[in-house]
């Protein structure tokens, strides 16, 4: 089994890449689908944060106010790792979870679709580092404009990522998404084939 990190900074189009990996035969298991896993009204990920943070960020049926604790962790980089240290390792846990089963059915190529690789986790336990790029305004521009942030609370969501030039030269296959979704497939499918040789 070939095992793939896909990361990518906020807004660079890795989802789209990670869509493309699926329907080409990658299995994907998606860090911000397990997030919204452990992060179920009433988990003990839930109940931590409201203990932390307070209940000001957990609503009347025990969901997360995710608008409010990105309020309170937004410019506070010690509140971030608060956080982090809450969510990361129960997520780490499920990811592992599935790589096994994964591996138990004997799929060929996985694919981990990790935002914060470089931030949280651990590079060196991957076969492959996939990084998606996009240029710092062009990210920008569409986190206003599909996300419906401010142009400032977008930049300060996008200053809580390390930089991609820093990720760059530690990855494996860099995928450039800076235009149109053909191109993006073109350059995923150069980065599959090269990922299948591998497997």
Known sequence: MLNVALTG???AG???VAELLRQWGATIIDADAIVREVQAPGSPVV?????RFGQAVVGPDGALDRPALRRLVLDDPEALAALNRIVHPAVHARRVELLRDAEARGDRIVVSDIPLLFETADPDRFDAIVLV?????LRLQRL??????SRDE???MMQTQLPSRHKRPRSDFVIDN?????ELAQRTAEVWQALVERA
């Open 9 to 11: 900074n906020i807004a």
């Open 14 to 16: 890795k989802s789209a």
């Open 47 to 51: 109940r931590r944060i409201g203990e």
């Open 133 to 137: 790029d996009a240029p710092e305004e």
């Open 144 to 149: 206003v404009a599909n996300r419906g942030l």
């Open 154 to 156: 977008a930049r300060r």
């Open 178 to 182: 800076d235009g149109d979704l053909g």
